[in-house]
């Protein structure tokens, strides 16, 4: 009996893991797929981190345009990184997770943008945060913003 | 209202500064979004409820800072900023912040 529940102990996490793994590698393949489709779709909405216009583009309307997403790594990347915090170095399997953050944020921003008719987007900041800091098991879900002025021609 | 992360609205000048608004609101997230999300944390991917959950509480913030905006009688605030903090584990506050103007 003792022995079973051994094995149960030994069994989920091994399970989980492979869960992590196959469905993770899916879902981050999904969704680069997505994001390079819609990034092909909004790349004439240009985004710029100045903060002032060229006086030769026309503005009629200003808006402040953002875009958010809440993202999370899966049960085998964290167990990766964690084995990777034992020795140090590049953590490839968080850089992953940020910068698909990062894109999802921006496209949201650019999609928000586009429904008003926008032109450019100037003065873009990124937020990053990271929910559920502290709580075990649990880090590796960001929360990246992204927001910007759209510029209405 | 105009709300902007430019330091001008083009083509129309500032004439007063009314100095700083802002509008903030701490958030905890509810169980039942907790238990999903932990199941997604196994395959990983979006975070939906947290999304939204976050999406809500920055409109709210946002909103309190364009009151009050209102209430110092300006018609644009320039500047906008937000920033996030987590106060305990599973709650956070939400910061918006600019600088309130009357523009031409």
């Known amino acids: 009996m003792q022995y079973l529940s051994e094995f149960a102990n030994l069994l989920i996490p091994l399970l989980l893991l492979l869960a992590g793994y196959g469905a993770g590698r899916l879902a981050e393949r999904r969704h680069y797929r997505s994001i390079l489709r819609r990034e092909e779709e909004l790349s004439d909405l240009i985004i710029v981190i100045c903060k002032t216009l060229p006086a030769s583009m026309p503005a009629s309307d200003t808006r402040l345009v953002m875009g958010s997403v809440v993202v999370s790594v899966d049960y085998f990347k964290r167990f990766v990184a964690q084995l990777r915090m034992i020795f140090g170095g590049r953590v490839h399997t968080y850089e992953s997770l940020l910068d698909r953050g990062r894109r999802e944020a921006l496209l949201r921003m650019q999609k928000q943008a586009r429904a008003l008719g926008a032109a450019a987007i100037f003065n873009t900041r990124f937020e990053t945060s990271s929910i559920s800091k502290g709580a075990k098991n649990n880090i590796g879900s960001v929360e990246v913003l992204a927001y910007g002025t759209a510029v209405i021609p | ?104």
């Open chain 2, 1 to 104: 209202m105009i709300t902007s992360t430019l330091e001008s609205v083009p083509g129309r000048a500032i004439t007063t500064h009314l100095g700083i608004v802002q509008g903030s609101t701490v958030r905890a997230k509810h169980i039942g979004r907790d238990i999903a999300a932990s199941f997604k944390n196994i395959v990983g991917g979006e975070l939906r409820g947290y999304s939204e959950l976050l999406s809500e509480a920055r409109r709210e913030a946002f909103e309190r800072m364009v009151q009050q905006a209102e209430a110092k009688g300006a018609n644009a605030v320039l500047n906008v900023r937000f920033t996030t903090s987590s106060v305990a584990q599973g709650a956070s506050e939400i910061l918006a912040y600019g600088s309130a103007v009357v523009v031409e």
